[in-house]
């Protein structure tokens, strides 16, 4: 687990660098965006070995959207409305779901 964690974390880094590259057209910006993405995705391969795929990408893909959503309001003044609020409580509760009820996933 705690690979995955570490995936999202450089995920969610290299999404926000991405914004912030202004179209790659920051150069210390824009290799921070490649580096977090290209170790986000050795994490997550390396989370594959105890962690079945379906269930590793739908908590990377789920609070990778969360994290980033909320970096998005805080750091880059963006704002959601509430049906995009009403879908991150559902995309949080489906990896709530997962994490303690499915018998899919290793701890």
Not at 5 to 18: Q, R
Not at 26 to 42: H, N
Not at 76 to 104: E, H, T, Y
């Amino acid at each position: 687990m705690k690979y995955l964690l570490l995936s999202i974390i450089l995920e969610v880094t290299g999404s926000s660098f991405m914004q912030a590259s202004d179209g790659f057209t920051k150069p210390l910006q824009t290799i921070v965006t490649i580096i977090s993405y290209i170790a986000c995705f050795y994490f997550l391969s390396l989370s594959l070995k105890t962690i079945p795929l379906g269930v590793s990408y739908a908590i990377w893909g789920g609070l990778g959207i969360v994290l980033t959503s909320i970096i998005s309001v805080v750091i880059f003044k963006q704002s959601l409305d509430w049906p995009a609020v009403i879908g991150i409580v559902l995309i949080v509760s489906g990896v709530l779901v997962m994490n303690f009820l499915s018998k899919s996933i290793t701890h």
